[in-house]
């Protein structure tokens, strides 16, 4: 009789897990960090002595288990993963025959992506040969982006739909991208007892390294999830924009901005935002613009609450 089944996480393991935890099995899927240092203490590496490590982790309770998505949560993470790497191959192509026309001494210039086939077809006029090689590369663009258009509208499409994601919305800087983006990565928001436990999950808190008399505080950790904490940035960049209105949350990233600098004061906005986010989330509140906006119950709100 099985009493506990652990598995690494990876590639297959939400797959998995769904099938064991669906036969009724008592599986957890643990942190793949902590599993390699562990069995980093191993002169040979083979499957047998893996699952060895592993068992003997589960033995004396040395392990931190991963929170695997439902399956809603999955298919939206998917939605965004394949509407950023169709935008991303679009950009590419732009930039490959931006080098490819410099060679012949023709200069795109700043065009935007609109008028961006227009442009390329005037600097190409009367050169058949280049027209004929270009004209491959600008059909794969057009295709992508049509496809890019598509899943974004999908995209849209689902945000308005869901409660979450309009409230999430009313935070300036924050759009359907983020707020989609951030459910997904959540996805269950009562998994943290605390709402300031959602930066160090998205990397966005600092490490420390102490021994001593040595305390020194570095970069951020940069763990967790890299396209939620480039969401965050953007948002963030984005209400730090002269035109995003006015808000106690600006406010206070204006005043670290001139402390500490404006890449600091991204790194902290994107932080608390995520925070903020997170706690709109489990109060079902949308965002206050001043400190002294009340609660639904009639009281003030607090300094930790936006």
């Known amino acids: 009789r099985l009493a506990r089944i652990r598995l690494e996480a990876g ?12 036969a009724g099995l008592p599986v957890v899927c643990i942190e793949t960090r902590h ?14 002595n893996d699952a060895r490590g592993i068992a003997q982790m589960m033995r004396v309770n040395l392990f931190r288990p991963v929170h695997v998505k439902t399956l809603t949560s999955q298919k939206r993470r998917v939605l965004l993963t394949a509407r ?15 080098g490819l026309l410099l060679n012949f001494g023709l200069k795109v210039g700043v065009v935007g992506a609109v008028k961006f086939e227009a442009r ?17 590369l600008l059909d794969a663009r057009r295709r992508l982006r049509e496809h890019f258009a598509a899943l974004h509208r ?9 409660e979450v994601c309009r409230r ?14 951030f459910v997904a990565t959540i996805d269950t928001p009562a998994r943290f007892q605390n709402s300031k436990a959602v930066g160090p999950v998205l990397g966005l808190t600092p490490i420390r390294s102490q021994s001593g008399n040595i305390d020194r505080v570095g970069r951020i950790s940069l763990c967790g999830d890299a396209m939620m904490r480039t969401l965050l940035f953007e948002a963030a960049q984005t209400m730090l924009r002269p035109t995003t209105r006015w808000s106690w949350l600006k406010a206070w990233a204006m005043k670290v901005a001139q402390r500490r600098g404006g ?44």
């Open 11 to 22: 590639q297959l393991s939400q797959w998995l897990f769904d099938g064991l935890a669906d």
């Open 35 to 48: 599993a390699k240092a562990f069995l980093k203490a191993q002169i040979n590496k083979s499957d047998r």
């Open 84 to 98: 950023k790497l169709l935008q991303e191959k679009a950009i590419a192509i732009e930039n490959d025959i931006r």
């Open 120 to 136: 390329i077809h005037e600097l190409i006029e009367g050169m058949p040969d280049l027209a004929e090689i270009v004209e491959r």
């Open 154 to 162: 999908k995209l849209l499409e689902l945000a308005r739909r869901d």
């Open 168 to 181: 999430l919305m009313t935070v300036p800087g924050v759009g359907p991208v983020v707020s989609l983006a």
């Open 263 to 306: 890449a600091k004061a991204v790194v902290a906005l994107a932080r608390r935002l995520a925070v903020i986010m997170h706690r709109m989330w489990c109060d079902g509140t949308e965002f206050r613009w001043t400190r002294e906006a009340e609660r639904p119950d009639g009281n003030l709100a607090d300094r930790e609450h936006p």
